[in-house]
């Protein structure tokens, strides 16, 4: 029997994903793609501080997600329409490790999350080749890392790739843990995929969750706080608090390290959300109810990381930071450092 290539096994496992990156195609969304960027620096990066440590948040910059039909997502405008070249990516990889981490950073450095606003596991959006030289390039540079997260689609999800890079991560000197971060957005199967339009069933990610586990991955699920203007305020809470029950459930079942990524969602740009905005059918939610949903993950399973920063993607005036925050916004950073829910109390 003839093996099938690594691309033909991934095209075959995501035929509804391809073709969705062109502007015309887009539902109801007015961004543009950010095609004048230099090729060979990422589109954007940033540091963290949960409990795991210093932490590298790398956006690379390559072609666009293709499902992008995520109602309030505008992250393909801070990429490219069109394919970005295997040796553009690579040269971006030189740059975070050649230019961008001092020699302090590197030697303090205890995590990265590799993004590029879409799915690292896409082959027709980041090369193989690429993700493979970003592992080498990190084991050689970054001593101390000792976890790697990717964030994808679980549609892309291969196995035998993730074996791959894995076996690589425990050849560094400090072997690193792998971890996917997947976007589930909401619990609710009507706003998670009725209305937000995010394309993922109970099913894919139970399966996901069950084989990553049998190779003792880790996994970062995102949830989003209000993600649509069909909700109220205490809805949304309450779905994130059902999503909190139900991802300790699976953490407990597969005995799986789950991380709750909990956005407060801001008005995105160019998109549906914007216009539901502009004509006050929305409001982003309050930091408030982000305390009172973070709350309910106490004496779970799960550890959990409040998103706090909009990538300068938010339509102005949209803010989910109001004046009068400045000091529940403090107790949520040091929460995101230390899990002292005690902070939120």
């Not at 230019?99 to 082959?123: A, H, M, T, W, Y």
């Not at 996994?219 to 779905?239: G, R």
């Not at 502009?278 to 998103?307: D, H, K, N, W």
Request: net charge neutral.
């Amino acid at each position: 029997m003839k093996t099938k290539s690594p691309s033909e096994r991934a095209d075959r496992r995501k035929p509804a994903l391809i073709g969705h990156n062109a502007v015309n195609q887009l539902p109801h969304k007015s961004y543009a793609f950010s095609n004048g960027h230099n090729p060979h620096i990422p589109a954007d990066y940033w540091f963290q501080s949960p409990p795991e440590g210093l932490t590298l948040f790398v956006v690379l910059y390559t072609r666009a997600c293709r499902w992008a039909r995520c109602l309030g997502c505008n992250l393909p405008s801070k990429v490219s329409q069109s394919p970005v070249h295997y040796s553009q990516q690579m040269k971006q990889i030189d740059f975070i490790f050649d230019f961008l981490l001092s020699p302090e950073q590197k030697q303090d450095l205890r995590k990265i999350i590799l993004s590029n606003n879409g799915s690292v596991l896409d082959q027709e959006t980041l090369s193989t080749m690429a993700l493979i030289y970003f592992v080498a390039k990190m084991n050689m540079n970054c001593p101390h890392v000792s976890v790697l997260c990717l964030e994808t689609r679980a549609e892309y999800v291969d196995l035998t790739e993730l074996e791959v890079l894995s076996r690589a991560l425990s050849e560094a000197d400090v072997p690193a843990d792998l971890e996917l971060a997947i976007g589930f957005e909401a619990f609710d199967e009507t706003i998670r995929n009725d209305y937000f339009h995010k394309g993922l069933s109970l099913h894919t990610f139970e399966e996901l969750a069950r084989k990553i586990a049998e190779y003792s991955f880790r996994l970062k699920v995102y949830f989003m706080l209000k993600p649509v203007p069909q909700i109220t305020e205490q809805e949304a809470i309450e779905d994130v608090q059902k999503g909190i029950r139900y991802l300790d459930s699976i953490a407990r079942q597969y005995k799986l390290a789950i991380n709750l990524h909990l956005n407060p969602t801001f008005v995105a740009a160019g998109t549906p959300l914007e216009q539901a905005f502009q004509q006050g059918r929305y409001q982003p939610p309050l930091l408030e109810s982000v305390r009172q949903a973070v709350l309910s993950a106490q004496g779970t399973t799960l550890s959990v990381f409040i998103g706090l920063n909009d990538e300068g993607l938010a339509a102005p005036g949209s803010s989910f930071i109001r004046p009068g925050d400045e000091k529940l916004l403090a107790r949520l950073n040091e929460f995101n450092s230390t899990q002292n829910y005690a902070l939120l109390k």
